[in-house]
């Protein structure tokens, strides 16, 4: 696990012996493989259904990948299945996955918009479900990914379930599914912001007259220090700020212009709002 952070929930060795079956291993999908692999998950309990990236996968990994459920053996009897694709391709490819629908099945779902309700009306009432928000750190391990489930979820499985997420970054628990649009907005959709801030800071360091290498290594190696300097600090975020900010220095008059009635502080609240209110419209 990089320095970058703390887990909440620690691996326990529940989870070297569970039997995982991965449906999709895009990016994110990868990510969790790529984690539990680090993490020593034997790599005979772990199956994946990929139709398009097979044989890529299963030489890095060397784990049992088939291209469809047809071809997964009959031997294999999950404990635990997690969906990993597109939300619009959840519609097609969930419901045949409710034959694993035995009482010691959790289904994981990570797909953006698709809620409780929606998994439980295509495998079954009875079912335990867990849906996931992750995020694209998890990648270098430094992810988070916030988690919430049906009443069926027993503790052992909600445990398992954060342990699993725990692999590539920090995992925590809600009990309320509703509050999953604002952790979409904020933690799920927050890299593309933080990126944008990157890019941007870039932009104008060039324009300003840096060489573009330059200006793209400051702006990275700024955001990525600022942001571990935030996790290990116990100050607040504004304090923090305003540590860096000399009254009537260069600091506080850029400040000034960010935090005007259209600058970032706006910006970011109206930027969450419209990604909390995307997220309920693809919940239905």
Same mark, same amino acid.
């Given at each position: 696990?990089?320095?970058? #952070?703390?887990?909440?929930?620690?691996?326990?060795?529940?989870?070297?012996?569970?039997?995982?079956?991965?449906?999709?291993?895009?990016?994110?999908?990868?990510?969790?493989?790529?984690?539990?692999?680090?993490?020593?998950?034997?790599?005979?309990? *772990?199956?994946?259904?990929?139709?398009?990236?097979?044989?890529?996968?299963?030489?890095?990994?060397?784990?049992?990948?088939?291209?469809?459920?047809?071809?997964?053996?009959?031997?294999?009897?999950?404990?635990?299945?997690?969906?990993?694709?597109?939300?619009?391709?959840?519609?097609?490819?969930?419901?045949?996955?409710?034959?694993?629908?035995?009482?010691?099945?959790?289904?994981?779902?990570?797909?953006?918009?698709?809620? *409780?309700?929606? #998994?439980?009306?295509?495998?079954?009432?009875?079912?335990? *479900?867990?849906?996931?928000?992750?995020?694209?750190?998890?990648?270098?391990?430094?992810?988070?990914?916030?988690?919430?489930?049906?009443?069926?979820?027993?503790?052992?499985?909600?445990?398992?379930?954060?342990?699993? #997420?725990?692999?590539?970054?920090?995992?925590?628990?809600?009990?309320?599914?509703?509050?999953?649009?604002?952790?979409?907005?904020?933690?799920?959709?927050?890299?593309?912001?933080?990126? #944008?801030?990157?890019?941007?800071?870039?932009?104008?360091?060039?324009?300003?007259?840096?060489?573009?290498?330059?200006?793209?290594?400051?702006?990275?190696?700024?955001?990525?220090?600022?942001?571990?300097?935030?996790?290990?600090?116990?100050?607040?975020?504004?304090?923090?700020?305003?540590?860096?900010?000399?009254?009537?220095?260069?600091?506080?008059?850029?400040?000034?212009?960010?935090?005007?009635?259209?600058?970032?502080?706006?910006?970011?609240?109206?930027?969450?709002?419209?990604?909390?209110?995307?997220?309920?419209?693809?919940?239905?």
């Amino acid at each position: 696990m990089p320095p970058c #952070l703390k887990l909440l929930v620690k691996p326990n060795v529940s989870i070297y012996e569970v039997r995982i079956l991965l449906v999709g291993c895009g990016k994110m999908g990868e990510s969790l493989v790529g984690g539990w692999f680090a993490k020593g998950i034997r790599t005979e309990n *772990i199956c994946v259904v990929e139709p398009n990236r097979k044989l890529e996968i299963a030489k890095k990994y060397n784990i049992n990948v088939v291209p469809s459920i047809e071809d997964i053996s009959n031997n294999y009897i999950p404990q635990i299945v997690v969906f990993a694709v597109k939300p619009q391709a959840m519609d097609l490819v969930c419901p045949p996955y409710s034959v694993f629908k035995h009482t010691k099945t959790v289904f994981v779902s990570i797909a953006a918009g698709r809620t *409780i309700e929606f #998994l439980e009306n295509n495998l079954g009432k009875n079912v335990a *479900i867990i849906r996931v928000m992750p995020n694209t750190p998890a990648a270098i391990g430094c992810g988070i990914s916030v988690a919430c489930g049906n009443k069926l979820v027993t503790v052992e499985q909600r445990k398992i379930c954060l342990d699993l #997420l725990a692999a590539v970054g920090e995992s925590v628990w809600l009990e309320e599914e509703n509050l999953l649009d604002p952790v979409t907005a904020v933690s799920g959709s927050g890299p593309a912001y933080v990126f #944008l801030l990157m890019e941007a800071l870039a932009s104008a360091g060039i324009n300003a007259g840096l060489d573009p290498n330059l200006a793209e290594k400051l702006a990275k190696v700024t955001v990525a220090g600022s942001g571990k300097l935030a996790v290990q600090s116990s100050d607040s975020f504004k304090t923090l700020r305003e540590n860096v900010t000399s009254p009537g220095g260069t600091t506080a008059a850029a400040v000034e212009v960010l935090l005007g009635e259209n600058g970032m502080q706006n910006l970011i609240e109206n930027a969450v709002k419209a990604a909390t209110a995307r997220s309920r419209e693809l919940a239905g």
